[in-house]
């Protein structure tokens, strides 16, 4: 189901494809969820659904907690081309911290805290819990439980642990499906895309997303006050999103499916 602000954002996107952003989250969005984390992909059929696009909007952008580089290199796809394909494309990376486009990467330097997260997360981890999984990511520090025997229980047990080391390294928690990340402070999705549509003087926009670090995001195209869609890539995993975004669809094939129903309206309109 459509509600009618979202009926109204993509009707706004296809009558004027040229001022519209389409901006979209990584894993569980792009990505299909995968028990580890390094072993993700993008969904086949995404580049090549995001380069359609591309030469019809002004903008397509990805929003993630991935580093760019990491992002793109799971955006290689076997056979059709790949994500760094996408014409114009911005990626966003660390929540908005690190910015690649074009090649150039423009990041702050990493918070100094995370050498302290180092070096205590692992001892903190072994008298808490089994299977858990620790990904570097060179400016964050993520603590994964899905491999867990039971990865909620696992999750609600190092929560405050994991928030009062973040506290003494001058970081944030940011929490996610199966994950606990331990960032730096004062960017997130949502002061992302807001800075995004007020550079490219966005007439409209879309963003696409399926965790909890995609609320901020749906709220700054609520508050945006142009016409905007937000769009839920559902899962049994994360239910907060369904009921604060315009349309629900199923997971990346289902995100695929409507960017290529956007594709199609907007063309559809230019014969
Ligand atoms: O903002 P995103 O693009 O959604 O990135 C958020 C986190 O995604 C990754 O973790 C998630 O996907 C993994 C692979 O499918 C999965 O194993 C894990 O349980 C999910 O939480 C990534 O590993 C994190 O670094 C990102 O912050």
Redesign the pocket.
Known sequence: MLTETGATGLAAIAEDPGGAVIAL?????L???????SA?WIHPAAPAALIRLAGQVARIAI????PPST?LALGDTPEGPDLIDVPGLLILGH?GLERWEGGETVAPPPPSGLDLVRNELPALLATLADGVKI?D?GRAV?V?T?NCADPDATLEALREPVARLAERAGLVV?P????L?LRGPGMDKGRALHALLAETAARSVMFV???L??LAAFAAVADSGLPGVRVCSGSSEVAELTEVCDVVVDGPAGVVALLETLHKSIASRDQ
């Open positions: 989250d990584f894993d569980g969005t990505a299909p969820i995968v028990s580890d984390p993700a929003i993630t907690g991935r992002a929540y990904e990511k993520a994964h899905r940011e996610g499906r199966k994950v990340e997303g399926d965790d670090g995609d």
